[in-house]
C-alpha cells in the first residue's frame, strides 16, 4: 500500500507514518506539507490513499483542494480534522471524500477506518453518522446512500457471520446456527478478512467494533 500524508505539521505526518507502518505490511508512505506537493507525489509515485489535513476545516471548494480530488480520481481521500458537523459532512460528501478523522480518534479507530476506506466504504465518526441518519430518513436517494455508509461493503449475511465470530463461534457452530455448509463459512470469513483488510479473526472483530458495524 502507498499512503500520501498530507499535512503541514511533520510531527504529526510522523505519527500517521509509524501507526501505519506498523499495522500495514509493505506501506510505502509519501509526505507533503502542501497540497502542491500532494500533487507532485501523485503524479510521480501514485497512491492508494490520501490523508489530507491542512487546517482545522478544510474549505472542500478550494481550488487546489478540487485539483487534488480531480487528481486523485478513484484514490479515496481521508479528512482529518478536529470537528465535524452535518452541513461539513455534506459538503465533504458532494465533493466525493470517503470519510473524516478527529484528531482525537485512538491509533485503533483511525487504522480500522482507513481498513474501511480502502476496502471500498465510507467512515464518519458514530456522532455524525447518527444525527444524519435521522435528518435523511427523508431524504433523497444520494442522502439515504450516507446513512447506509459504514455498513455498505458488508452484505446481511457477512455481518451474520462476523457476528457469530465476535461470538467466538467457529466456523462449524457458525454454519449449523446459520443452516450453511462450513465450506461456504469458509469462504464468507475469507471475503470478510479481506473487505476489512484484516490479518486475522480477532483483528476483523477488532475493526467491526471500532466502526460499529455490529449493532443490532
Known sequence: M?????????????????????????????????IDEALECMEDHGVDIVLLTLDQRIDMK???????????????????????????????LHHNVKGFLDRSATQEVTIAAIQLVLAGGQYFPPEAHESQQTQMRSANEPSVKFAEGIGRILTPRQIEVLRAISEGKSNKAIADELGISPGTVKVHVSNLMKDLHAKNRTQAVSIANNLHLLKH
Open 2 to 34: 502507498r499512503a500520501l500524508l498530507v499535512d503541514r505539521s511533520e510531527i504529526c505526518r510522523n505519527g500517521f507514518k509509524l501507526a501505519l507502518q506498523g499495522r500495514f505490511d509493505a506501506c510505502d508512505i509519501c509526505e507533503a506539507s502542501s
Open 62 to 92: 478550494d481550488p487546489k483542494v478540487i485539483l487534488l480530488q480531480e487528481n486523485a480520481g478513484k484514490t479515496p481521500v481521508l479528512v482529518v480534522g478536529d470537528a465535524v458537523n452535518k452541513s461539513y459532512v455534506n459538503e465533504m
